[in-house]
């Protein structure tokens, strides 16, 4: 009896004290700012997650554990990654076949665009929106405010300054692309490690190699007609040579040139069809072709099509895939035009329903023919009974249209409530009507208007439908979340940046391993030098202005929870001085510039992967370009960004 009596002491003691920690973690405080009350929850942020030991975590839940494997990398939590490792003979189903993969990239939509989300798109988006009753709907992804440095984030796993250039590599040059040596592509990945047919179609923006004759000079005022320039042989560092088995693409998408398409790295372009052309409206076969930016293309271009044409491509993919390797999975990448400017939508769709004046702009019509696109290709998937394994995914590049280019007279707000668009600063609040405040611009918004995304995901059996999650992730998250979908490892030096959350995707309850941290930068193109960044933590956002002139710093602090719209600076507040110092030390040790690891370190990568070792172990420069740690934690000696670091 004593002893029944004992265990019934000691249970109401342990309740009492789940009560008494539940009570505290769900408390908030009340304070004033800008004479508005506010309550911001305390436990919103993890003061304990800044360690320097690497951590390794259990393994997803519906996975069978296993030990590491050669080749099988997860980067510790400094570098924002669990280690969990998976088996390769197992997918989220727990079937041997692997699913194919169908990968929508939008161009410049925003979360306001997409009706699902804010429900104050005023485009009737059928497609998209059956797509998210029939998927999960991620309502916190985040993407680079600018289309080149994400594109490298999503097929790479890397935050942008991984790359070659911090600001992204975007067009035709003497360089090579963005990726780095010995970075491998999520294309890479499944094509070698998981036997997957890859094609991509539409919007290349990571850069390439214009092929030159012997040691010719580049020319870029005649890309395709330059005597130095061999079109005889295929683009240097494009889709063909990072992992793309098929593609048709184009450099620059709809707003640059060369106005032209390039099939397998070739120039699909007789040269004695090139065209000068001009910036002015083109009549062509499917409507009014527009040129923004003077350049040599295809005399045939046009860009009413552009959108058309990707369909078609990836559609003739899918069908001659299926006919000639139905066993075999696929990847496939469609990188559409839209909404990118110029915004010149086609007269009718491919299946003859009307586009072009069925809204009040062409911003507008553009994206009904993007949600047309959409359906086409995932009705293609339906049509050929390959829905129950194929994980379709959609998404853009980056937040909406600046304003100017948008649909804002008409009360179409790419954002929605959020702060800015892609490339301008704009204070807005959503109330019953959006009142713009003034007009701070800034190439590449740090504010959440111009980093959140759409990102819907859909795996029919394998994934919930109609649901939604919370928890922030990247666009270069996506990588290690397919990996993990189908079963696989990926390389030593690939996708650094990347945590899975296809474990999440399954259940909202799955929440361990997630992402805690989510950093931006927004790079001066051209330059390099940083021009803004930001670090999410939860509800959280510091952010940091930097004046590239006098080297001025400007801090801000918000809670999205109760501030979506990023208004109410609580940076001036010492109340979070120790937040605010917490979230910066991260994001210095996310960045470009990290200090250098002062505590010995185990090695993640390389020969002698395991061995622990300090910064010394890099004085010989020749392990920082074999050792991804080197530029990772010994930053002195490695990293190849200290010219800007000292800026």
Known sequence: MDCILWKRFLFALIFLRLQFFQKVSGSFMVEEHDGDIEQLYLDDIDFDDDRDDDVVFDPLSFLRPTTPRKGSTRFEDTILNDDYYIDGDT??????????????????????DIPSYWKSGLVDMPNIQRLAEMGVTMLNANASPLCAPSRYMLLSGNFQHRG????????LSGEQNQFMHKQKSLAYVLKSMAGYATMMAGKWHIGAKVPRKG??????????????HDWSRPLIGGP???????????????????????????????????????????KQPKGESVISKEGEGSKDWDSTAYNQIVVEETLEFIENHLQRSPDKPFFAYAALGSVHVPHSPPDVYLDG??????????????????DKAVGSLVDAIEAKGINSNTVIIFTSDNGGVRPEYGSTEY????????????????????AFNYKLHSNHFLVGSIYEGGT??????????????????????????????????????????????????????????????????????????????????????????????????TGERTQELYHLKVDPSETKNLAQNEVYNTRMKKMFRKLN???????????????????????????????????CSTYIDGELKCPSQCGRNNWMCSH
């Open 164 to 171: 070659q250039k911090q600001g992204g590599t975007w067009n």
């Open 215 to 228: 040691s010719g000079e580049l020319d870029k005022t005649k890309l395709l007609t330059a005597p130095t």
């Open 589 to 623: 040790r996310l960045g470009p510039c990290p200090i250098n690891r002062e505590k010995p370190f185990t090695l993640i990568s390389g020969p002698e992967k395991g061995q622990l070792v300090s910064c010394d172990f890099f004085n010989d420069k020749e392990k």
């Open 240 to 282: 063909q040579d990072i992992g793309f088995d098929i593609s048709y693409m184009s450099t620059s998408g709809l707003q640059a040139n060369p106005y032209a398409f390039f099939r397998d790295g070739y120039l699909a372009t007789d040269a004695a069809d090139v065209k000068y052309w001009t910036k002015g409206t083109y």
């Open 353 to 370: 329903t009307p586009i072009k004046n069925e809204y009040p702009t062409p911003h507008m019509d553009m994206l009904l023919e993007m």
């Open 452 to 549: 959140r995304v759409p990102l819907i995901v859909r795996y029919d059996g394998a994934i919930p439908t109609n649901e939604t999650r919370s928890n922030i992730v990247g666009l270069n998250d996506i990588f290690a979340t397919i990996c993990d979908i189908i079963g696989i490892s990926y390389p030593d030096g690939s996708a650094q940046d990347s945590i899975s959350f296809a474990n999440y995707l399954k259940s909202n309850k799955n929440k361990q391993g997630l992402r805690k941290w989510l950093p931006t930068w927004v790079y001066d193109p051209r330059k390099g030098f940083r021009k803004a960044e930001a670090i999410r933590n939860k509800n959280w956002k510091a952010i940091k202005l930097i004046d590239i002139e």
């Open 91 to 112: 997918n989220l189903k727990g079937a041997d076949r692997k699913p194919n993969i169908l990968l929508i990239m939008a161009d410049d939509v925003g979360t306001g």
């Open 411 to 430: 009360d179409h707000y790419s954002s929605g409530p959020l702060r800015d668009a892609k490339g301008k600063m704009q204070f807005h609040s959503f």
